[in-house]
C-alpha cells in the first residue's frame, strides 16, 4: 500500500523535450563523410532483401535490383527519407497515456527479450508467463517508463508459436500503456495487430499509434522476410516500426568505428527508405543495437566507450536525417546486480541522454547481456530513468531572478535552509529518489544493511502486492481470451 | 606478479585530448545572463576574505573595500583572469610522469580526505598510515591516474597536528607521480613545498609544478585565511591551485540551478582572480565540488541530475574564461559497493566525460559521500578512468578507408571475423576490460560466482603484493625522513 501510493504521487512520465544540446563526437565533415560512405554501400555493393514483395516493390520504385541485391541511388533514398515525420504520437486506452516521440523529445521502453528472470529471492532461473506478467505489472505501476516492453522476458513455458499471443494478451490486460508487439513474420505481426484492434479498435488504431515493432536487421546488409513481413503488416495498420541493423562490433561489422557506423548507416537507411516505399508518412525510428565483442571470449560488452561514441554519431546522423532515433540505456553483462551492473547500466544512460536520444529501449532490468531480466534491476532502472529525465529536460530560469534576490538577502557567510525562496523551491529544485539510499551508514545498519539489489527486491514484492489491473471492458476481454484459444487451436504448438 | 605484468603492460595514462564537443546545457545568452549575475554579485554583494594580507592586497589592487568585504568591478575580475594560462604541464621526478592539464584535455585525481576505509576484506573502519601507503600503492601501480591524492584516505593513526607530514611523505615515497600537497594553513602548505623541493629540487620546482593543493572556499562568499594561506604558498612556488567553492544545493546556495551556479561562479572568479594577484601566470584550475542535499535527511546526494546539469554550465562557463575546470567523477553515497556505487559513479564519470572536465577529481575510491576509501572500488574506478578515455579521445578515421574497402570484400550476409583487416585492428578498435566481467553465467559460476566487490578485493591484493617501490636516492629519503622527524619535535601534536 505504501509503495502504491507511492507510485500514484507521481504521475506516468510523459513527453519529455531536450534542453540540453547534445555531446558530438564527429564534426560536420566527418558526418558527411560518413553519410557520404553510407551511400557508397548502397550504391556500389547494395544491401539484401530477402522478400520476394520487398524485391518486386523496390523493381517498381525504379531501383537497381539484381536476384535480392537491391543497389539504390542515394537520391532515391533520401526522397524516400523525406517523407517521414521527425515526430508523432503514441497513446493507448488510457487517454492520459499520450506522449511524442521526436527529434527533440526522450521516450523510455522497458527491455525484451531476457529468457531468464533474476527472480525475486534472487535467484536466476527461465522465465514464465507468471513471470511475464509481474514484469508487465511492475511496468504498470512505475511511473518511470512510456512503453511496455511486450516480451520483457520470455515466457519459456509456453511453446514458442503461442508464445506471442500470450506475450500480447498480457500487455494488453496487465497494462494499459503503449506496448511493443511481435513482428517475427506475417502471422504473429497480424495476430498482435488483430488483438491491439480487439482492444482499442480498428478505427482509433487507423488514426493512433499505439504499438511499436522490432524490425531487426542482419549484419551486414541484409533484411530478410520474416522481418519485412512484420514491417509491413504494423506500417500498414499505422503502428510504429523500430528499424534496428544489430551490430556486433568486428565480427559483423569491421573492426573500425566510423566504418561501422556508415555500414550500419546505410542498413539503416535502406530499411528507413524501404517503410516509406511500403506507405509514405509511416512512423518509424531509427533503431540500432550495438555492442563490441571481446577479444577473448566472443562476449557482447556492454557499456564500452566505443559503442557510446558510436551512439552519439547516430544521433547527429537521425538529426540530419530528421528521423527520431533510439538506443539502449541500462545494458549491463553483469551476472548479479551488483556495482558493474550499475557502471555499466549508468554509462548508456549518461551517453543515451547526453547525445540526445529519442527512445531509450531496454531502459529497465537489462543484465546478463540481455539473458537476464533482472526484476531488482528494473526497479532502479525506473528510478535512474526519472532522474535521466530532470537531465534530459535541462536548466529552467523560471525563477533565476528570485533566487538571485536570495543571495543579495543571505550575503556572505550567511545559510539558505530557513530562508523563503529555499521554503519555497527545494521540493522542485531537487529531484529526491527512493531507492538510491542517502542515510548516514549508522542509520543504513540500523535499518538492517540493505545493499541496492536487497532494497529493490523488496520494493517490488510490495508493488506486485498493490497492483490493481487496469479497467478493460469485460466483452473486450472476453473477446481477447477467445481469440488467443482460437489461435492456439489454429495453431501447432510444435515448430514446423 | 601477473597483477604487476598486467600494470606493466600499459603505461600510465599520460596528456588525454578531448576528441569529443561538449555536451551544452544553457545557450550562449543563458550562459552570459550567469556570467553578468556573478559579476553583479562581486560588485553589489561583494565576497568576504577573512585574511588581511589578501585584504592589503586588493585595497592595493584598486579595490572596494570595507573591512573584510571586497567588492569588485568585472573589469578587474576579467583583467586578472587573463593573466591565467589556459594550460600547463604537470611532472615529476619520473621524468615520463608529465602531462598537460588544459582546456581540451582530461586528467584523473585519486579521490581525497576519507576518515575510513573499506579495507581489503570488505571491513569498514578508520583508516591509517598504513592504508594511506596501500592506498599510494595501488595508484602507483595502476595505470589510470594521472596524480595522486595525497590524503586518499586520512590517517587517523597519526595526530592532525603531525598528519601532513606523514602523508606528503607517503606521496614522496610511495609514489613517483605528481600528487596533492597540504593547504590547510600556512605552515602545512610551507612544509609541503619543502618536502617537494627535499625530493625534487628547488629549482625544479621552479620550473616545473609537481604538486597541487586543493583551496576550498566556504559558500556562500567567503574564503578564509587558512585556505588563502596555502594558496599564496603554492602559487609561489610555482605549484597549481585547485580553487573550489563547496556547494550544497539548497543549504549554502539557493534552491536554484542557474542561481546556484551564479554564486559559485562568483565565487569561483573572484579566487582566480586573487590567485593572478598574487603572482600572473599562475597555473590555476577552476574547480568545485558540489551536491544537492536530501530534504529528508540532510544527507548529501551524489550523481543527482541537478549536478550534472551544473557541471556542464561549469564547463561553458570556464571556457568562456579559458581557465580549465575539474568536476567530480566516481562520487557515490552507497554503503557498501553495490550496485548503487556503480550507477552513481558511472554518472558522475559520464556527466563530466560528456562536460568536457579537464580535471577529474576523485576518480577512484569515493563511496558513501566521500567517508569511505574503498579499496576494491579504487580498481574498478581505475579501469572505468581508461574506458572513459577511450571516450573522451573521440573517433579516428585514420583507417576508415582501408575499413570500407572490407565493407566491400565482406558484402551482404558474410562475416568479418576472419577478415585481414579484423585481424589488424580488432586490439586497438575495442577496449577490452579485465574488471568487468564477460564470461557467460556459466563460466563465471565455474570461476566462483564472484561479483564486482570480490573480484576487485583480490585484484588490489595481488597489485599490493606485487608492488616495487619507485627508486629514491637514499641521502635524498634520508633528508625526506630527518624532515618529518625534525618538524614532529617543533610542532605539538595536541591541536592549540
Not at 337 to 363: I, K, P, R, T
Request: include cysteine; charged fraction near 25%.
Amino acid at each position: 500500500m505504501v509503495a502504491a501510493r507511492e507510485a500514484e504521487k507521481r504521475p506516468r512520465v510523459s513527453t519529455i523535450k531536450y534542453g540540453i544540446r547534445p555531446v558530438e563526437v564527429v564534426s560536420p565533415e566527418q558526418l558527411e563523410r560518413i553519410h557520404q560512405a553510407s551511400l557508397a554501400i548502397l550504391r556500389e555493393i547494395g544491401i539484401e532483401f530477402r522478400d520476394e514483395t520487398a524485391i518486386r516493390q523496390w523493381k517498381e520504385a525504379g531501383a537497381d535490383v539484381k536476384e535480392h541485391r537491391v543497389r539504390l541511388e542515394g537520391e532515391m533514398v533520401m526522397d524516400l527519407l523525406a517523407k517521414a515525420p521527425s515526430s508523432f504520437e503514441m497513446t493507448s486506452r488510457d487517454p492520459s497515456q499520450r506522449f511524442e516521440i521526436g527529434l527533440d523529445t526522450m521516450t523510455f521502453g522497458a527491455m525484451q527479450g531476457a529468457p531468464n528472470v533474476r527472480d525475486l529471492q534472487g535467484v536466476r532461473r527461465a522465465s514464465t508467463i507468471a513471470d511475464l506478467r509481474d514484469m508487465n505489472r511492475l511496468t504498470q505501476m512505475l511511473p518511470g517508463f512510456h512503453i511496455a516492453g511486450g516480451f520483457t522476458c520470455e515466457p519459456t513455458d509456453i511453446a514458442v508459436p503461442w508464445r506471442h499471443l500470450h506475450i500480447n494478451h498480457s500487455s494488453l490486460v496487465e497494462t494499459n500503456m503503449p506496448f511493443f508487439g511481435l513482428t517475427t513474420g506475417r502471422e504473429r505481426a497480424e495476430d498482435s495487430i488483430a488483438m491491439g484492434r480487439i482492444v482499442h479498435g480498428k478505427e482509433f488504431m487507423d488514426q493512433n499509434a499505439v504499438m511499436m515493432g522490432h524490425v531487426s536487421g542482419n549484419s551486414p546488409l541484409v533484411w530478410d522476410a520474416t522481418m519485412l513481413e512484420g514491417l509491413r503488416a504494423f506500417v500498414e495498420a499505422n503502428q510504429v516500426v523500430l528499424l534496428s541493423p544489430f551490430v556486433l562490433g568486428a565480427a559483423n561489422t569491421p573492426a573500425d568505428i566510423p566504418a561501422t557506423i556508415a555500414q550500419l548507416n546505410a542498413e539503416a537507411l535502406a530499411a528507413l527508405a524501404y517503410t516509406q516505399l511500403v506507405r509514405p508518412g509511416a512512423k518509424m525510428i531509427y533503431g540500432q543495437y550495438s555492442v563490441s565483442v571481446s577479444m577473448r571470449s566472443g562476449a557482447p560488452m556492454s557499456g564500452m566507450p566505443e559503442v557510446t561514441l558510436l551512439n552519439a554519431v547516430i544521433g547527429q546522423l537521425a538529426r540530419r536525417y530528421g528521423v527520431p532515433w533510439r538506443t539502449t540505456a541500462s545494458q549491463s553483462s553483469a551476472k548479479t546486480f551488483d556495482a558493474q551492473s550499475g557502471y555499466e547500466s549508468a554509462v548508456a544512460y549518461m551517453s543515451g541522454a547526453s547525445a540526445c536520444a529519442n527512445l531509450m529501449m531496454h531502459a529497465g532490468g537489462w543484465d546478463e547481456a540481455g539473458l537476464v531480466c533482472c526484476m531488482a534491476k528494473f526497479v532502479a532502472d525506473a528510478e535512474q530513468n526519472l532522474l535521466i529525465e530532470k537531465y534530459a529536460k535541462g536548466i529552467s530560469f523560471e525563477n533565476f531572478d528570485d533566487a538571485l534576490e536570495a543571495v543579495r538577502r543571505i550575503g556572505p557567510g550567511g545559510h539558505y535552509l530557513g530562508d523563503s525562496f529555499t521554503l519555497k523551491h527545494f521540493k522542485d529544485a531537487f529531484i529526491a529518489p527512493e531507492i538510491l539510499d542517502y542515510l548516514s551508514y549508522e542509520q543504513w545498519k540500523v535499518k538492517g544493511s540493505k545493499d541496492m539489489a536487497q532494497r529493490c527486491r523488496e520494493k517490488a514484492k510490495d508493488i506486485i502486492a498493490s497492483y490493481e489491473q487496469p479497467p478493460l471492458d469485460v466483452a473486450l476481454r472476453e473477446e481477447l481470451d477467445a481469440f488467443v484459444a482460437k489461435r492456439q487451436e489454429e495453431i501447432s504448438p510444435s515448430i514446423a
